[in-house]
T-cell receptor, first 112, second 109 residues
Framework: IAGITQAPTSQILAAGRRMTLRCTQDMRHNAMYWYRQDLGLGLRLIHYSNTAGTTGKGEVPDGYSVSRANTDDFPLTLASAVPSQTSVYFC???????????FGPGTRLTVL | GQNIDQPTEMTATEGAIVQINCTYQTSGFNGLFWYQQHAGEAPTFLSYNVLDGLEEKGRFSSFLSRSKGYSYLLLKELQMKDSASYLCAVMDSNYQLIWGAGTKLIIKP
């Protein structure tokens, strides 16, 4: 692994289903983030973690949950997907919360 | 509320210079970032300004005026590969990035 990876690359999901988007980094970064990117809008922060064991809510946290059991992994779970969660999801990490963020390749999620 | 404004789209000619502006109103300020994002790809970091003035990095430069809530990204000697979206983001008092919607730059031969 080099940098930050996300899985799956893309997914089509029926409304009401549960889905976990995976994110792993091998840079030993303390901080990790989940964003969604929708056409015509800026990146919007869903959840973040400044260090392993801690998480916080961003601008649009409703319908999403995260965990940070260790430094490397930061999964994002949609408990019961809805069509408005159709988006491109980016995971990012940074050395700490004040530094530039490095982004994973993204997951394109469609909820029908 | 917090707000980042940048033009939706700009067009420029290969070999020319283009300036992409960004104005912001945020709760606190801990720096301004510029990212490049090619279509279908992830954003990649270009520059960071926290003090007033110009930061130069090769063909790309970024300027900041904190008193005016204003920044610009200057791209020189434009190449076709510079066709991309350019995202302006401000780090607020909680060290969270507030993002503009991005400026799509189209380079014509």
């Amino acid at each position: 692994i080099a940098g930050i990876t996300q899985a799956p690359t893309s997914q089509i999901l029926a409304a009401g289903r549960r889905m976990t988007l995976r994110c792993t980094q091998d840079m030993r970064h303390n901080a990790m983030y989940w964003y969604r990117q929708d056409l015509g809008l800026g990146l919007r922060l869903i959840h973040y973690s400044n260090t392993a064991g801690t998480t916080g809510k961003g601008e649009v946290p409703d319908g999403y949950s995260v965990s940070r059991a260790n430094t490397d992994d930061f999964p994002l779970t949609l408990a019961s997907a809805v069509p408005s969660q159709t988006s491109v999801y980016f995971c990012a990490s940074s050395v700490d919360s004040s530094n530039e963020q490095f982004f994973g390749p993204g997951t394109r999620l469609t909820v029908l | 509320g917090q707000n980042i404004d940048q033009p939706t789209e700009m067009t420029a000619t290969e070999g020319a210079i283009v300036q992409i502006n960004c104005t912001y109103q945020t709760s606190g300020f801990n720096g301004l970032f510029w990212y490049q994002q090619h279509a279908g790809e992830a954003p990649t970091f270009l520059s960071y300004n926290v003090l007033d003035g110009l930061e130069e990095k090769g063909r790309f430069s970024s300027f900041l005026s904190r008193s005016k809530g204003y920044s610009y990204l200057l791209l020189k000697e434009l190449q076709m590969k510079d066709s991309a979206s350019y995202l302006c983001a401000v780090m607020d008092s909680n060290y969270q990035l507030i993002w503009g919607a991005g400026t799509k730059l189209i380079i014509k031969p």
